[in-house]
């Protein structure tokens, strides 16, 4: 078959099924993306004869004779079409990882289509701008100024990697093709808790192409917890690269090593697997009663209560809250629920790992790329130089990014093996394997009187971890939504609790989300309650100047309110209000309706994700020069002593970098 892509003929045979997608990365035009695969996304929009198609749902065949576009060859730097001018000015992007799509699709719009944008751009989504930006963009408004000498500070000035990001030259995670790759697939788990009796390898082995079938049996018993944070004690090790029982629908079981993704995935669906069924349990309330199924042993001291499949519990209380109901003259009290939810970037999680030098390196989307290396140095006993972990440019994150999720098995292959590893999770993956935002049941209890003054403030939370613990104690701790409303008498009750579910993780707001959610839900109800604004409630209630950020004791704080910007900010919300309150509906059928809620995140001193600085110094003097260094700093500074060859590796890695710390 022959293929014209941007003027530059192609002779290739796609193989039988395979989609115009990966045809066109396979000939190295990686400004496709795969953000779906499903023709949901348009990341991997291209032209096929001047009309925008989504390339994942095209079968390469059907390019056959014609012309094929993509984002390369619509404009290079220098050399901009006038919609990757406007993507670039406006700017139209965050991450970049759908702008690409974006452009083709746009760049092909008749002004009524430009009038009507959320009709013509519905086949291509972005999860960073909000899509205001966007629409700047098609629209050719200009957001960005040039920095000129002297007046930079105050300038929205152009994003540095802009035009690569407009002609998909910027590279991503998988953007990128190593000779020898080989391609790894999972095989997930069908039951919400079983205990593996055997795996039959070899109908998988003999599938033309693969290479590896790892089981439990084939990996370090080492736990760990795949949540990233700097403090890895604040989680619990109570996850296995791959174990011999799984707690959850979609537990990786076995992973599958081959030349090819199709060759991996019936490698997988070639595996024969016998299980023994165990009793699951599904809801929290019912996972904390007695005889409920336990999912994990006392297999780590985090764990407070595993016959109960409680992981961890926060209790506190700021007054008597019995005292302050007493005093109210209304009570209002009200359960809420706060479903999972998945972060949905657009990249999903994906790593290349290889040995080079003697020393493995893994490419990965990642938010937290320096801390994972230090996991991967856990989990495969490798000392610091032995091991690189870095990032291209990131496709989304939201949180769910701040975890283990490909690195390890990518890793593991890589070892073994002495080739490089591919490992990309599809969208389905993303939902049923990834971690999603903590599902939480609270109860919240208000009291307050007549004139809309709190006197009572009490909290209730489940949260709902899933199978393993990561980010659990952290997300619970981070949700005590007891500190935006000033009240004499507050209690903060939490449970983080094991069920038969995917593990939760972190996403944006970060355990806040939730109880912010159920105590301004109950706020407007007890403004009704009390028949007046919900506004109102808020600023007579909201903390003030000088108030201590009292969310769990009355213990020492040095976090203090400094100014009144919430004060402020409800002010300007209120003239808003006002401003719009006379719009009518947009058309028939249509009914106006407004509503006001507030969050208050804190920003205490963080338990990890510390920043440190480290000097390397070549001369006799350096153990006294590390201590002045500490004493005039606060930093924590290392004298080592340094012989040629370890001069020499030192500097090669520093070079090498992309991201984390340099020596």
Known sequence: MSYLVYGKRFDEEPAPGQCLRTFLRAL??????????????????????????????????????????????NGAPGNLHPVQRQFRDAPGFQCGFCTAGMI??????????????????????????????????????????????????????????????VTGRVEFTMDTHLDGMLHLKVLHSPHAHARIVSIDKTAALAVPGVHRVYTWEDVPRRRFTTAIHTDHLVDPDDTRLLDDTVRFVGQRVVAVLADTVGAAEEGCRRVVVEYEVLPAVFDPEEAMAEGA?????AVDPFVLDPVHNTLVEIHAQIGDIDAGFAEAEVIHEGTYFSPRVQHAHLETHGSIAWREDGRLSVRTSSQAPSIAKVKLAHLFALRPDELRVFCRRVGGGFGGKQEVISEDLAALAALDTGRPVSFEC??????????????????????????????????????????????????????AAVMLYRCPHKKYDAFSVYTNTVPSGALRGYGMTQPAFAVESAMDELAVALHMDPLELRRRNIVRPGDPLLSLDEGPDDVVFTEDGLGTCLDRVAEAMARDAGEPPPGPGWLVGSGVASSLHETAPPTEHLSEAWVTCINPVAPALANALHDATGVRFRALPLTPERIYRRLAESASMTTGPRT
């Not at 749902?57 to 059907?62: H, N």
């Not at 009507?116 to 972005?126: E, F, V």
């Open 28 to 73: 190295g035009h990686f400004g496709v993306k795969k953000g779906c695969d499903a023709g949901d996304c348009g990341a991997c929009t291209v032209w096929l004869d001047g009309a925008p198609v989504h390339s994942c749902i095209t079968p390469a065949f059907r390019a056959d004779g014609h012309e094929v576009t993509t984002i390369e060859g």
């Open 104 to 165: 083709m699709t746009s760049a092909t719009f008749t002004e009524a289509q430009k009038a009507d944008l959320p009709r013509a751009l519905k086949g291509n989504l972005c999860r960073c701008t909000g899509y205001r930006a966007i629409e700047d963009a098609v629209k050719g408004v200009v957001g960005v100024a040039e920095a000129a000498p002297g007046k930079a500070v105050g300038t929205s000035v152009a994003a540095p990697a802009a035009e690569d990001v």
């Open 293 to 297: 199924p336990q999912l994990h042993g």
């Open 426 to 479: 599809t969208r389905e993956e993303e939902f049923t394997t990834a971690s999603p935002r903590h599902p939480m049941t609270l109860t919240v209890k208000l009291g307050a009187k007549a004139d809309g003054t709190l006197t009572a403030l009490q909290v209730r939370n489940v949260s709902n971890t899933g199978a393993y613990g990561n980010h659990a104690g952290e997300t619970l701790y981070a949700g």
